[in-house]
C-alpha cells in the first residue's frame, strides 16, 4: 500500500514537473520567411538558444533524402563551411564529417566532427538524420575552436499530393569568445538558410548523386 502511494506520489511529482516546462520550454515562433517558420527556445541551463524551422513543398521525397543523405550532396550547404572531409559513410545508415567554419574577425574559426545517422520509418516514411559530435576521430588544433556541443536534426515527412514537411531543429554551443547575446541574436538566420537551400537543391533540375 506504502509502496503504490509513493509510485503515484512520484508520477504526480513528474507530470507537474514537465507540465511546469522546467524539462522542455516550449518553442517561441520568431518569424516566417519564404514560407519558412522559425522558432527558438531557451534550454536548462543553457545561455544559447535552440532553434527550430520547418516548411512544406512540393518535391520528390526521395530526391530530398538524397541531398541530405548522400556524402557527396554538400555544395548547397552555408559558404562559411570551407572545408568538408568524409571520415565515413554507410548508405542510408550514417555519415561522419570533419568540418570547419570560416567567421569573421575577431573571432576564430571553429571546426567540428560529427556523426549523422539515419533512420526511417517503414509505416509513416518519415526519415531523420541526426547529428551529434563524434569525440576522439580528429585531434583538435591549436587555432581552431572545437565545437563539443552540438545536435542538428532534420525531420522529412512525405505528405499527399507529392509534397514533403521539413523540419530542422539545432542547437550549438559557439564556444569561444562569442557572447551569448550576439549568438541568440543570429541564430535564427540558419534554419531560414539551410531549408531555403534545401528545398532550391531539391528542386533544381542540377544532378543530386544518389
Do not use: C
Amino acid at each position: 500500500m506504502i509502496h503504490n502511494i509513493r509510485i503515484l506520489l512520484f508520477s504526480g511529482f513528474i507530470n507537474i514537473f514537465l507540465a511546469s516546462g522546467l524539462l522542455a520550454q516550449p518553442w517561441t515562433f520568431v518569424k516566417e520567411k519564404d514560407g519558412i517558420k522559425v522558432y527558438t527556445r531557451i534550454e536548462s541551463n543553457r545561455t544559447w538558444k535552440s532553434f527550430k524551422g520547418e516548411v512544406t513543398f512540393q518535391a520528390s521525397s526521395e530526391k530530398v533524402y538524397s541531398v541530405l543523405g548522400n556524402d557527396k550532396n554538400n555544395d548547397w550547404w552555408d559558404k562559411a563551411i570551407t572545408d568538408v572531409k568524409v571520415l565515413g559513410y554507410v548508405e542510408n545508415k550514417f555519415i561522419q564529417y570533419y568540418l570547419v567554419f570560416n567567421l569573421p574577425w575577431p573571432f576564430k574559426n571553429r571546426d567540428i566532427v560529427t556523426e549523422t545517422t539515419i533512420t526511417t520509418d517503414t509505416v509513416s516514411g518519415v526519415r531523420k538524420y541526426v547529428a551529434r559530435p563524434l569525440p576522439n576521430k580528429v585531434p583538435e588544433k591549436s587555432n581552431l575552436v572545437r565545437l563539443k556541443e552540438y545536435q542538428q536534426i532534420w525531420t522529412v515527412q512525405p505528405e499527399e499530393h507529392g509534397y514533403v514537411h521539413v523540419t530542422l531543429e539545432g542547437s550549438v554551443n559557439p564556444g569561444g569568445n562569442i557572447p551569448a547575446w550576439l549568438f541568440n541574436m543570429v541564430i535564427t538566420e540558419t534554419p531560414l538558410k539551410m531549408l531555403h537551400s534545401l528545398r532550391e537543391k531539391s528542386l533544381s533540375s542540377d544532378n543530386v548523386v544518389k
